[in-house]
Nanobody, 116 residues
């Protein structure tokens, strides 16, 4: 079993910043991809940012230049620095962890609300 715990969501004004954190624990052998997805009301869950174990990253076009994903492989943690937040960034953000041995795991989700 792999446990995934997120933190860092909250309410922020447009133009503000938040930093999301996610840590995997348990059977964390051979973690490959880690990343962040989000789901807004009435919309499908979408990939926001992903990071492979070798350092490759990818971002949704809507967040490029504003969000930065980073990893600490020793801690099996992944972070999402979100700057210049917009109201359309409002969503529940989910941490995703892919294990080569045990499959895919998700965090419980953390709410990010961008509003004046």
């Amino acid at each position: 079993q792999v446990q995934v715990v997120e933190s860092g969501g909250g309410l922020v004004q447009p133009g503000g910043s938040l930093r999301l954190s996610c840590a995997a624990s348990g059977r964390t052998f051979r973690i490959n991809n880690m990343g962040w997805y989000r789901q807004a009301p009435g919309k499908q869950r979408e990939l926001v940012a992903g990071s492979s174990s070798d350092g490759n990253t990818n971002y949704a076009d809507s967040v490029k230049g504003r969000f930065t994903i980073s990893r600490d492989n020793a801690k099996t943690a992944v972070y999402l620095q979100m700057n210049s937040l917009k109201p359309e960034d409002t969503a529940v953000y989910y941490c995703y962890v892919q294990s080569r041995l045990y499959g895919d795991f998700w965090g419980q989700g953390t709410q990010v609300t961008v509003s004046s």
